[in-house]
């Protein structure tokens, strides 16, 4: 058993190796190791605890095969049953670390996965490792013959060798771990102020206190706006996370980050914390969805710590990507595809009281409650049940979500109450805004909305945005302007005197934060959108044509919107699909007037198709690309034809 124990070693120094020497060695994958003390242990520390966990599952599986093959083989033991015992283990952790990285691959690697040459190269390839680790058993309990003993180490090289250089391209693709942007040239300035962005997710526009809902309670956001500005046409650029936050971070519209949930935005685009840090701020965000996951979103470039993990009562998963993989897609520690309000609180609280520098902090804050499944723990729990006996439609999940953004409010309460506590809230600015809203029955032109993620009406791309300067209080002000969340970037740059990068497309709203007039008053607010319409839809005055059916054949196609402070024109290109909307006698988007208003109608197709490329309208099936379990989390959260996008029952409890 003298080789047992090189073997082990090798291959975890494999694992090492592709999962946190390659990004040394190749720039296609964009991780690097953390660069404080505390974070680099935190590493370490997950790596260990999961390669352990991996070693003893994995390990004992495999090595009870081996022990029955070598039971079956009648093979001499070398030495005693116990010593036998522990050289296996450790073979089966090393077939157990080429396995999993042959799995891997099957989640990386290109290609169809539904084709059946693909599904033979992945399982065939799976299949050959666990045969060679039991006959690597075999090899050991003959080692005593001097010919057999260099086989086992020279197999588990040559295995080891092939799959870290296999692995390369693939983690290049996964871009996972991007933590560092483009090179920025500080700008010179003196004392700059603390900064927080706070999303809440999935927040309709009208379902706050401060924006006029007569039941629902948010003192938290209401007593902000009273401290602030309060913005009544801030415009989302999609209706869903990921694109969303990625619009936010890069001020740049969806078309040109890329980013779908589930997808990572592309690489080179400068992001808010890139910026900041480069500007001396320590950068830090605590996230609460899969969404926003940074190996499934990208969000994470430029902060010093992102905390996205989904164990509630661990940090230690958001530190290390391969372990991530491995845990919350192929074993599944993390079933829930978000965590609470709270714990996203506790993280950032915690994280306030262990800093131990001077310098300015940029902290985001992801609140993802107020998304579907509904369902706030007591004492929110009930809170508004009764209340939504108006006749319209979702009751039930109207008072359900209600409960979630109240409790979301009071989550946000506790991480500014701790920002109070340490003399921080006056001179931080502050800005508290939602990537989309959500849909409970509207109809428009015919069509019943729920949920969001399929169209572009105001139930979803209109939302609430509160900015409070820092070094004010009791501002109270509204904004009735349009504006657009790629703004947000740009305001926040600006405020701070720091120089906004030309890849930026959104527009400082620092005139209408003290209450000058607004230079970009006229211009357009966009969003966009890929959704899946019937293979044989074409145009038509419903809606419901475009919506597929099951076993019918289906595209992935681009939607389109822009809508300026009157009207809100919405497209398919490819279809063709038209809606025109006024905004000003029609609020609530419910009459199409594309054909009666055609010259109307025709500019403003002009004008929001320059940012259409036939080329890439029709997309392949996001859902070819997805580790099955990410596919399944994200159908539970409403996408990709989740069950969660139709209206619940309304008699259901949370």
């Excluded at 700008?187 to 102020?193: D, I």
């Excluded at 025109?580 to 109307?600: F, G, I, K, M, T």
Aim: neutral net charge; contains cysteine; charged residues 20%.
């Amino acid at each position: 058993m003298r080789i047992s124990l090189p073997v082990g070693v090798l291959a975890g120094l494999a694992e090492v190796a592709w999962s946190y020497l390659l990004p040394i060695f190749s720039d296609a994958w964009r991780a690097v190791l953390p660069t404080t003390a505390a974070g680099l242990l935190q590493f370490i520390a997950a790596a260990v605890a999961t390669d352990a966990l991996l070693a003893l599952v994995g390990g004992c599986v495999l090595a009870g095969l081996m022990w029955l093959l070598v039971k079956v083989t009648r093979a001499k033991a070398e030495s005693s049953w116990l010593r036998t015992t522990a050289g296996t283990l450790l073979l089966g952790s090393a077939a157990c670390y080429l396995y999993l990285g042959w799995i891997m691959l099957f989640v990386l690697l290109p290609g169809e996965r539904g084709t059946v040459g693909y599904q033979l190269v992945v399982w065939g390839g799976a299949a050959v490792l666990v045969v060679a680790s039991l006959l690597v058993v075999v090899l050991l309990n003959r080692a005593g013959r001097r010919r057999w003993r260099g086989a086992p180490l020279a197999t588990w090289c040559g295995a080891a060798a092939v799959l870290v250089l296999a692995a390369m391209p693939g983690f290049g693709r996964q871009r996972a771990l991007a933590v560092g942007g483009p090179a920025i040239a500080p700008t010179p300035g003196g004392p700059r102020s603390n900064v927080v962005l706070v999303t809440l997710d999935t927040l309709r526009v009208d379902y706050l206190g401060c924006y006029g809902h007569p039941w629902i309670r948010t003192p938290v956001c209401d007593a902000l706006a009273a401290d602030g500005v309060a913005f009544d046409q801030a415009i989302a650029q999609a209706p869903s996370t990921a694109p969303s936050h990625a619009s936010i971070f890069t001020s740049v519209y969806p078309f040109d980050h890329g980013t779908e949930n589930g997808k990572p935005m592309v690489r080179g685009l400068v992001t808010l914390a890139d910026v900041l840090r480069a500007n001396g701020y320590e950068t830090a965000a605590f996230t609460s969805s899969t969404t926003t996951r940074s190996i499934n979103s990208g969000l994470q470039q430029g902060f010093d710590t992102y905390d996205d993990s989904l164990v509630a009562w661990s940090s230690l998963f958001a530190r290390d990507e391969f372990q991530q993989l491995i845990f919350l897609y192929l074993i599944g520690i993390a079933h829930h595809s978000q965590v609470r309000g709270e714990v996203v609180s506790d993280r950032a609280i915690r994280w306030l009281d262990q800093r131990r520098t001077d310098r300015p902090f940029f902290a985001w804050l992801h609140y993802f409650d107020p998304h579907t499944p509904y369902g706030s723990p007591p004492p929110f729990r009930g809170t508004y049940a009764g209340k939504a006996a108006d006749g319209l439609p979702m009751a039930a999940d109207r008072e359900r979500y209600a409960e979630d953004v109240s409790y979301a409010d009071h989550q946000l309460g506790r991480f500014l109450g701790a920002l109070r506590q340490r003399g921080l809230y006056d001179d931080t600015l502050i800005l508290v805004a939602s990537d989309h809203g959500e849909a409970f029955g509207e109809m428009h032109d015919g069509v019943s909305e729920t949920r969001h993620g399929r169209y572009l009406y105001d139930t979803t791309q209109r939302v609430p945005l509160i900015v409070k300067p820092a070094g004010t209080r009791g501002m109270a002000r509204r904004a009735g302007e349009q504006v657009e969340l790629v703004d947000l970037a740009p305001t926040v740059l600006s405020l701070l005197r720091i120089d906004i990068p030309a890849q930026f497309v959104g527009k400082p709203l620092d005139e209408l934060l003290d209450g000058r007039p607004f230079s970009y008053a006229a211009r357009d607010a966009h969003a966009f959108n890929v959704i899946d319409v019937a293979a044989s839809a074409g145009a038509g005055a419903s809606g419901r044509a475009l919506e597929p059916k099951a076993g019918q054949p289906v595209m992935f196609v681009q939607q389109l919107a822009v809508r300026t402070p009157q009207w809100k024109y919405i497209t398919i290109p490819r279809v063709p699909r038209a809606e025109l909307y006024d905004l000003v006698s029609d609020p609530h988007e419910r009459r199409n007037q594309a054909r009666s208003q055609r010259e109307l109608t025709a500019d403003l197709h002009a004008r929001v198709t320059r940012f259409w490329d036939p080329a890439k309208d029709v997309n392949r099936d996001p859902r070819q690309r997805l580790a099955p379990s990410l596919l399944k989390q994200l159908q539970g959260l409403g996408y990709l034809g989740g069950e969660e996008n139709a209206p619940e029952n309304e008699g259901s409890q949370p």
